[in-house]
């Protein structure tokens, strides 16, 4: 048989080899070649798959993101981020406010974990990256992958709308959807451990991960999940007669619990509900009270169950959408009735206008556990090691006919004294902390929102400190200077070098602690320009913003530069942790 180039795999110049050499050829060397080449092809498919990685030991890289006011988000960013490198996934754990955006089109692999702040707004180190994700600038993103895990308070109208502004914004941009997003509650450890796993599942299908969404690393043994019993040793109303508030400095005893904090940090406590709220609401659901239900596995009377484990006192749209199959109409709130309806409302109210018609268990079943209500600590550890202090508001007002009070602050105020106990963790913040002592502070805060920097100049007090300034606001100065002889003290002492105060009803005009920045626009640029960090802790809605404005106008004016220059000039602050805020 002679070779040809149309009947074979060679070209001319081979065929024309071949022919001469293959005709010259004994059978015994025709059989030796043939040999030869077989095994020298299967030696070549023998290397190429010692040389092809499996799947499951091939490289994964991984960039998670988080945007966090209190921590919660940064620290499981921090936990994820190390359970996937137990797994061999390179992981990059960076705040949204320091990720370089320009790096965003070179990423395989991008983890968002975000909460939501205020009325559905971005937590302050994730604002720069939202408004560029947002904004024409953002790159197409069809060879990314993502996920999405948010954080939120379902008692909020714009519940974890921030991770699904996200979620949404990046299939816009074409990136591909590792796995669903997940909203979680304010009890978001099980939602999220759920997340970790199937999110490992997928980046790293061949490999084994057990995740966690709740470790501890506090020294202590007590945690969220296992509160600390402390006991009330000090009470003291802080507000003088003829206030017409109530301001309560509490001293917690931790003495041999080995918990530990740092200033800037919060203790979160687990109320209980009023009695008379619990005792209206199985009226008017038209329970006796002693019907038994089944509540995490332990069968309790319900009126236990509503006393001690779930939110009875706050209306929400998912809790009306629940509902509504057990009651007589309340489907009619939800056509945005509700928003109006559910202003000092509790579930009570809700069962007086709509009949509740469901069983003990379907009421168990559909309430939310009572959230912890967080302060921010009042007091230094390293000053006062055995104890820790807080200072907590009562909310009281009058709706619907009714007095309303708050549950946490409502109980403390009105039920509980010294050598009472309440459950209590600490809720670290590494967002809202003291830079070394030498480093001038600026701290501004409006009532309860002074809390932290009673802990700022205690610890400030046992160490050789540099300058620190104190902007103080509430209504009167007779009735509401809180803290008024320490902060005397501690200027004479000169721990704290400067104090302004605003008491805004003591005047015809209304004056508030950012007019006195403004007074003292020329000396805050100066402290800014010489390092000083700024803190500000107070409602957000109001106080927050309009403080933090005012800073913008201080660095416009003094700097003499533009709005533009002077807001971008606050940001490099923020990334520089020189502007840190604690708001709610």
């Not at 533009?562 to 709610?584: C, F, G, I």
Request: aromatic letters at 8%; a negative charge.
């Amino acid at each position: 048989m002679t070779l040809q180039v149309i009947n074979s795999p060679f070209t001319e110049k081979q065929v024309q080899l071949l022919n001469e050499l293959l005709p010259n050829l004994t059978e015994k060397q025709k059989i030796w070649l043939n040999g030869y080449l077989s095994a020298a092809q299967q030696v070549e498919v023998n290397i190429k798959e010692e040389l092809e990685i499996p799947v499951s030991q091939q490289t994964v890289t991984a960039t998670i993101l988080y945007g966090s006011q209190t921590g919660n988000c940064q620290k499981l960013a921090e936990k994820l981020g190390a359970l996937l490198e137990e797994q061999s996934v390179e992981v990059e754990v960076s705040s949204m406010l320091d990720f370089k955006v320009r790096n965003l089109k070179k990423l395989d692999n991008l983890l968002i974990i975000s909460s939501t702040h205020g009325e559905g707004d971005a937590p302050d180190n994730a604002i720069a990256f939202y408004e560029f994700l947002h904004s024409k600038r953002a790159p197409k993103l069809p060879d990314l992958h993502y996920a999405v895990l948010a954080l939120g308070d379902s008692s909020y109208e714009w519940f974890c709308k921030t991770g699904a502004d996200f979620d949404l914004r990046l299939k816009e941009l074409g990136a591909q959807q590792i796995i669903e997003r997940v909203d979680c509650d304010l009890d978001y450890e099980e939602s999220a451990e759920q997340w970790f796993k199937s999110l490992s599942q997928k980046l790293v299908p061949a490999r084994d991960i057990t995740p966690s969404a709740t470790q501890n690393t506090n020294e202590s043994n007590y945690s969220k999940k296992h509160p600390y019993q402390a006991e009330i040793i000090e009470k003291i109303n802080l507000n003088m007669d003829g206030s017409n508030k109530e301001t309560y400095h509490l001293e917690l005893s931790l003495e041999e619990s080995d918990i530990k904090w740092q200033p800037g940090d919060s203790i979160g406590i687990f109320p209980h509900n009023h009695q008379s709220v619990v005792d209206e609401l199985i009226e008017t659901a038209g329970l006796s009270g002693d019907e038994f239900v089944q509540y995490k596995k332990e069968t309790l009377p319900i009126k236990e169950v509503l006393k001690n484990s779930v939110e009875i006192t706050v209306l929400t749209k998912p809790l009306i959408e629940k509902l509504a199959p057990y009651t007589n109409g309340a489907e009619d709130l939800l056509n945005g009735k509700w928003k109006e309806y559910k202003e000092g409302r509790y579930l009570a109210d809700l069962f007086k206008d709509y009949n509740f018609t469901g069983s003990p268990q379907d009421l168990v079943d559909i309430l939310r556990p009572i959230p912890a209500r967080l302060y921010s600590i009042a007091s230094s550890y390293t000053a006062n090691p055995d104890e820790v202090s807080l200072l907590i508001g009562k909310v009281s007002y009058t709706a619907h006919d009714h007095k309303r009070i708050g549950v946490a602050s409502g109980e403390i105020a009105e039920q509980l004294e010294i050598g009472d106990t309440v459950s209590i963790f600490v809720q670290e913040n590494p967002n809202f902390k003291l830079p070394d002592a030498k480093t001038p502070i600026i701290m501004i805060g409006a009532g309860t929102g002074v809390a932290p920097f009673r802990s700022f100049i205690e610890e400030r007090a046992e160490q050789d400190a540099g300058d620190s300034w104190l902007f103080f606001g509430e209504q009167h100065f007779l009735t509401d200077f809180l803290y008024q002889v320490e902060w005397l003290r501690y200027l004479e002492e000169g721990t704290l070098t400067k104090m302004d105060v605003a008491f805004s009803r003591d005047h015809e005009e209304k004056i508030y602690v950012q007019h006195r920045l403004l007074e003292n626009a020329e000396e805050v640029y100066a402290w800014i320009e010489n390092g000083a960090v700024i803190y500000i802790c107070g409602d957000e809605k109001s106080m927050a913003k309009d403080v933090h404005n005012t800073l913008i106008q201080i660095i416009q004016q003094q700097g003499k530069v533009s709005l533009e220059e002077a807001e971008k000039k606050l940001t490099e602050l923020q990334k520089e942790k020189r502007y840190q805020r604690d708001v709610y």
